[in-house]
């Protein structure tokens, strides 16, 4: 069986998909966790457990060389929030 090939443009595309995907289900454990909202304390307490959590696990065999499309892209919401139009 030969092995699939992928353009970069395609890879570029699957990581930004797997990020948005990732940001989704943060924003979806945060809203069923926390109905009434989370604080700054508590979100920082997830942080840095979650920063321990990355470190314990060791660097990543997965290399992530492509630039994301959006990167410098400021979301609708951000938008708002800083008054912009």
């Known amino acids: 069986m030969e092995a699939a090939t992928i353009t970069e443009e395609e890879l570029e595309l699957a ?3 797997a990020y948005r995907r990732g940001f989704h ?3 979806t454990l945060l809203a069923t966790f926390y109905p009434n909202g989370i604080g700054h304390t508590e979100l920082v307490k997830i942080a840095n457990e979650h920063l321990r ?3 314990e696990l060791g660097p990543s065999r ?3 060389s492509a630039t994301p499309r959006f990167m410098d892209a ?3 919401l951000e938008r708002h929030l ?3 139009r």
């Open 53 to 55: 959590w990355r470190r």
């Open 15 to 17: 990581l930004e998909k």
């Open 74 to 76: 400021v979301s609708p």
């Open 62 to 64: 997965i290399t992530d």
């Open 25 to 27: 289900q943060a924003l």
């Open 82 to 84: 800083r008054g912009e």
